[in-house]
């Protein structure tokens, strides 16, 4: 399959990592949109939050779980945002799952 994040999970392309354990993976965002903006991908293809089964969820809640120590290392004491994109309408660009973590800066209250 053709997928920039597998690549970037096998280490076939290569990314400012952050966090990695043998799920997950967190790196920089390439073009940053915020002061930190880390994405955090599951190293297993699944193509959006709409394809999360009850099969595949751990692996959401293994993100979740490494949240907290990631923002900690980017020293967002004050707070961060999540946001997951999906699909056309969610303005999702890479068919993979994945969480922006973006903070280091008051976000706006509006979110669209
Ligand atoms: P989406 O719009 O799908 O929610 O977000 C995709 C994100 O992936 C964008 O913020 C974009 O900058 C980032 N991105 C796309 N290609 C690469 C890449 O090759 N490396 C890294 N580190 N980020 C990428
Ligand atoms: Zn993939």
Redesign the pocket.
């Known amino acids: 399959m053709d997928c ?1 994040f597998c690549k ?1 999970a096998s280490g076939e ?1 290569p ?1 400012k990592k952050v966090y990695e354990d043998e799920n997950i993976l967190a ?5 940053p949109q915020t002061p930190v903006h880390i ?1 955090i991908i599951p190293k297993k293809h699944i193509s959006s939050a709409d394809e999360i089964t009850a099969e595949n969820s751990y692996l959401v809640a293994k993100i979740f779980e490494a949240i907290p120590e990631i923002a900690k290392s980017a020293s967002l004491s004050n707070g961060y945002r999540i946001i997951t ?1 999906i699909g056309e309408d969610g ?4 068919k993979h799952i ?1 969480f ?1 973590l973006m903070g280091g800066v008051k976000m706006p209250e509006k979110m669209a």
Do not use: G, P, W
């Open positions: 920039i970037i392309i990314s790196f920089h965002d390439i073009n994405l994109n303005a999702q660009t890479v994945h922006h």
